[in-house]
């Protein structure tokens, strides 16, 4: 069921379908696509591939992308979403310049084409309740059974669609359903529902409508309405192609018709896509909001560190396909680890720290040690970090008992402090009650200095540190996977939320960072030495820093793939 990466072929089964079409010269050689998020919610990375493949296809050859908001559905559409919709796209680099749309510009077309297929005696109301008609719609092997409405007079459906839309009737009391064929072999031609009653206003239309499009009757002909070339969606709407065919079969009045193409979904590991389930983890409080950090939402990876760039990169990683499958979330964790590699200063900063006294060297003295900032990436430069007397290391690098191989700090073991000096345990303070260790006691080389003539001296380990004096606190967010189970909502006899990580938030506090950050800005990214990609959470301030850990060093996607 996992998918790894395999060699990526060059070009994708859509990117070679649409070359033919503009070899062949079709759509008078034009490319228009379109990105149809109906604002129901936050975007999730799901969502990242269709905008990447809408988006990126139009870049590519040249042609254009909508954005178009399908807001059908009166009752669960926010402006809130709007709102983030369009700023995740803009953050994940992709822009619509002034096509920006909305399904329920068309409202009155799709009203005056469903009154024209009632006159073509292509339509009708249905008076009974919703459970009566689905029951008699049969089974993919049994055919449906007809409506006592279906022979409805043309003049008595007119009559009655426009009296829905006044408002005359109660929700759930009539539809109109197009009159296709209820014994064919594609359930959603067995005269499917095409417009309902709701009585909510609508956050752009308001008051005026009674009825409303289902998303089946309005997707297909808004693509047409806008000249769309390549509708590209998710391969659950293959099933639907023959009805959107066939509504747009009633409505062309030439040759052109939007070619639909499906691709797979991403799906990923530990991780759960459905917007309503990751609404209910928000109204639960089950997380901090659709963008806390463990959420696979846009707003969720941008606030953890990731970069628009990792996630483009992932995307192109996995690439389109017509098989479903479930993508290895540690892929994604990869892709961003490869990015923040490049672009992140590296920092000294110590999450659990240990007090170290470095017992010959002068108190109130402090030299400023120069760092380089990127190994990988010269421009960035270097920094100078205050050394002195006392400094923090990880509690875990110091052991009272080292195993064999510990090459960190224990009695008697010399280490190097990065870009500082050699130093060797002589002592520790240890706790009589608790058996904590309090404080360690060692001794400098003053002739290790790292780049002074002596510095050739070798140790085995070289540890990560900030001077006591100078550090800055700072409070520090560990994430891990928001579920144990590896397809938390592919689980059918249990609920999802029996799958929630009860550790997948671990807040550290009194970490010791180097005062260089002090000044560092929400989003703010670096790589904490020796631990990972950390980045400044919104809930920053100057006095109480806050950071959210991307994601670790060690990349078992790299293992893996050995
Ligand atoms: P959900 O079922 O979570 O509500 P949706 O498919 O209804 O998602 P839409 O807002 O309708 O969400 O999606 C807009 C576009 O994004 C559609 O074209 C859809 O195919 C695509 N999309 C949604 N989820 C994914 C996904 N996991 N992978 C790839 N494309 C997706
Ligand atoms: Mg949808």
């Known amino acids: 069921m996992m998918e790894q990466v395999e060699s990526k072929p060059s070009i994708s089964f859509i990117e070679q379908i649409i070359t033919e079409d503009l070899k062949e010269g079709k759509n008078n050689v034009r490319i228009h696509t379109r ?17 990447c493949l809408d988006f990126g296809m139009a870049k590519k050859f040249g042609g254009k992308c909508n954005l178009r908001f399908d807001d059908t559905n009166p009752v669960r559409e926010e402006v809130e979403y709007i709102d983030s919709i369009k700023e995740d796209i803009h953050w994940l680099g992709f822009d619509w310049e ?16 469903a009154v024209d297929l009632i006159k073509k005696n292509l339509a009708y109301v249905d008076d009974q309740p919703a459970d009566v008609i689905s029951a008699q719609k049969g089974t993919p092997s049994q ?28 929700e759930g009391s009539r539809v109109l359903r197009a009159k296709i064929d209820m014994t064919a072999p594609n359930m959603h031609m067995r005269d499917p529902i095409i417009y309902r009653i709701i009585k909510s206003a609508h956050h752009r239309t308001g008051e005026t409508w009674k009825v ?23 391969l659950e709407f293959e099933v639907h192609r023959p ?21 797979n979904r991403l799906n990923l590991t530990y ?5 309503r389930k990751l609404l209910e983890l928000v109204q639960e409080n089950r997380v901090s909001g659709w963008d806390d950090p463990r959420m696979p939402t846009l707003c969720g990876l941008r606030r953890r560190g990731y970069t628009p760039e990792a996630i483009r990169r992932f995307v192109d990683l996995i690439g389109y396909t017509k098989v479903e499958a479930i993508n290895d979330v540690s892929l994604l964790e990869h892709a961003v680890r490869e990015d923040l590699n490049i672009k992140t200063p590296r920092v000294f900063g110590v999450l659990d720290p240990l007090k170290v006294i470095i017992t010959n060297y002068p108190e109130g003295k402090v030299e400023n040690v120069e760092l380089i900032n990127n190994p990988e990436d010269e421009t960035m430069g270097k920094r100078e970090v205050p050394f002195c007397r006392e400094v923090f290391i990880e509690k875990d690098d110091f052991m009272e008992i080292p195993p064999h191989k510990f090459f960190r700090l224990a009695p008697g073991m010399e280490v190097r402090l990065k870009g500082a000096y050699i130093i060797k345990c002589e002592s520790f303070k240890k706790n009589e009650k608790t058996g904590a260790i309090e404080e360690v006691y060692c001794t400098y080389d003053q002739d290790t200095k790292s780049g002074g003539h002596a510095s050739e001296k070798k140790v085995k380990g070289t540890l990560h540190w900030v001077s006591a004096r100078h550090s800055v606190e700072a409070e520090v967010r560990l994430y891990d996977r928001l579920f144990t189970h590896e397809d938390p909502a592919g689980q059918k006899d249990e609920d999802y939320r029996v799958f929630l990580n009860p550790d997948s938030l671990k807040v550290l506090t009194g ?8 000044s560092a800005k929400p989003l703010d990214k670096f790589q904490f030495q020796r631990l990972g990609y950390f980045c400044v959470d919104y809930d920053s301030k100057h006095d109480h820093l806050v950071f959210n850990r991307t994601v670790s060093l060690k990349d078992t996607w790299a293992k893996i793939n050995k």
């Open 35 to 51: 990105f149809p998020p109906e604002p129901n919610g936050y975007l999730h990375i799901g969502h990242a591939k269709a905008i």
């Open 98 to 113: 002034e096509r920006e749309f909305y399904a329920s510009d068309y409202f009155g077309r799709l009203f005056d084409f």
């Open 143 to 170: 055919p449906g059974k007809e409506s006592p409405f279906r022979k409805r007079t043309v003049d008595e459906n007119i009559d009655l669609f426009y009296r829905m839309n006044e408002g005359e009737f109660d």
């Open 212 to 234: 409303y499009p289902m998303y089946d009757f309005a997707h297909g002909q808004s693509d047409y309405f806008e000249g769309i070339t390549h509708s590209l969606c998710t």
């Open 243 to 263: 009805l959107y065919d066939w509504f747009i079969d009633q409505l062309k009045t030439d040759d052109y018709r939007p070619r639909q193409i499906e691709f």
């Open 271 to 275: 991780t759960m896509m459905s917007k």
């Open 511 to 518: 970490c010791k960072i180097e005062p260089s950050l002090k």
